[in-house]
């Protein structure tokens, strides 16, 4: 049977942590950043976890 594969886009927007929870970038950084304070800024550039609804989806679409 041959390989099941990645979900190329799905590779580009997650991310597997060494305990196996996925991760995910936040929305808001692409652009129209003159207007957002530093502090807005600094929150949205840490990672956030996939929520619970969707784990089994997003793993799905990785291959996992």
Do not use: I, W
């Not at 099941?4 to 991310?15: I, L």
């Not at 207007?35 to 996939?50: E, G, I, P, T």
């Amino acid at each position: 049977m041959p390989k099941n594969k990645t979900h190329s886009g799905a590779k580009k927007r997650f991310r597997v942590t060494g305990s196996g929870k996925l991760m995910r970038e936040q929305t808001n950084k692409r652009h129209l950043l003159e207007v957002k304070s530093s502090r807005r800024k600094r929150r949205l550039a840490q990672d956030q976890s996939v929520a619970k609804a969707d784990v089994r989806q997003v793993k799905k679409l990785l291959g996992r």
